[in-house]
Each structure stands twice: as C-alpha cells, then as structure tokens.
C-alpha cells in the first residue's frame, strides 16, 4: 500500500512540478491586469481620485495627496514588474502591503471586496514565497549569471 502511495505521489509530481511556472506566470498576469486597470481609473479620472483619497479613503500616516500619488503609481509600475517577472519576489511583497493597506484604508471593502482581496493576495504571496518561475525575467537572468559547464576531459 505505501509503495502504491509512494508511486501515486511520485506521478503526480511529475505531471504538476512543469506546471508550477505556469501557475506563477497566470497569477502574476492576474493582479497584474486588476491593479494595473485600477491604476489607469485613477490616472483617468484624476479629479475623482483627489477626492476619494481626501474624503474616503482612510490611508495611514501618509497625506491624502501623496498617498493618492504612491497609489497611483504603486498600481501602474509594480504590475508591469508583475509581468514582467522581474525583481519579483520584492516587487509582489510591496504589492501585498499595497493590497493591504487598500483593504484598511477603505471600509467600504469589507463588506464586498473584501473576498476579492484576498484571492489577490493568496496570488501575490505565492510569487513571494516561491518566485516568478521560469517563465521570467528573473529565471533569465539568473541563468546569464551563471558560468557555462564546460567538460574537462582528463
């Protein structure tokens, strides 16, 4: 029975460990699209960000002006880093404090997207823990930085 187990597990690895870089490149691509759509609301409407962020918007320690403007750009740059794939593990660990803080600063969040944020923030985190993946520019260049195997013959 444990052999059988043992066998089953070891299938199911080979068949899910190829796709791991796949998962990590389909949730970056995920939070990248939401934020990055968000972020070109506020710089659309600018007038109407001013205001949420003075008005509603209960962001801590920062100035209702140059919170709206980190916000802004929180939610257009770190997305294309997202996708990117590059300085992913720092880049999606400041975009869970975005995420965050965005669930903290507005109230109104708790009672429907609250969930949404969540899911977001499951996504993000398995880019900090585990990185972007192959399918990146992190994995890219960290193969340029590596020497090239060269055989020794003796």
Same mark, same amino acid.
């Given at each position: 029975?444990?052999?059988?187990?043992?066998?089953?597990?070891?299938?199911?690895?080979?068949?899910?460990? #190829?796709?791991?870089?796949? %998962?990590? /490149?389909? $949730? +970056?691509?995920?939070?990248? &699209?939401? =934020?990055?759509?968000?972020?070109?609301?506020?710089?659309?409407?600018?007038?109407?960000?001013?205001?949420?962020?003075?008005?509603?918007?209960?962001?801590?320690?920062?100035?209702?002006?140059?919170?709206?403007?980190?916000?802004?750009?929180?939610?257009?740059?770190? #997305?294309?880093?997202?996708? %990117?794939? /590059?300085? $992913? +593990?720092?880049?999606?660990? &400041?975009? =869970?404090?975005?995420?965050?803080?965005?669930?903290?600063?507005?109230?109104?969040?708790?009672?429907?997207?609250?969930?949404?944020?969540?899911?977001?923030?499951?996504?993000?985190?398995?880019?900090?823990?585990?990185?972007?993946?192959?399918?990146?520019?992190?994995?890219?260049?960290?193969?340029?930085?590596?020497?090239?195997?060269?055989?020794?013959?003796?």
């Amino acid at each position: 029975m444990l052999q059988l187990i043992t066998k089953i597990d070891e299938l199911s690895k080979a068949i899910t460990t #190829p796709l791991v870089s796949l %998962l990590l /490149l389909f $949730t +970056r691509i995920w939070v990248a &699209i939401i =934020f990055f759509k968000s972020g070109m609301v506020k710089l659309s409407s600018w007038d109407s960000t001013l205001y949420l962020f003075e008005y509603e918007y209960q962001v801590p320690v920062l100035p209702w002006q140059l919170a709206a403007y980190m916000g802004t750009a929180a939610e257009l740059i770190l #997305p294309v880093f997202m996708v %990117l794939g /590059l300085l $992913t +593990r720092p880049m999606a660990l &400041i975009l =869970f404090v975005f995420n965050a803080i965005a669930v903290i600063s507005y109230p109104v969040l708790w009672e429907g997207g609250f969930y949404d944020h969540q899911l977001w923030g499951a996504m993000i985190l398995m880019n900090v823990f585990w990185g972007a993946g192959a399918i990146s520019a992190d994995f890219a260049v960290s193969k340029l930085g590596q020497k090239p195997q060269t055989a020794t013959n003796s």
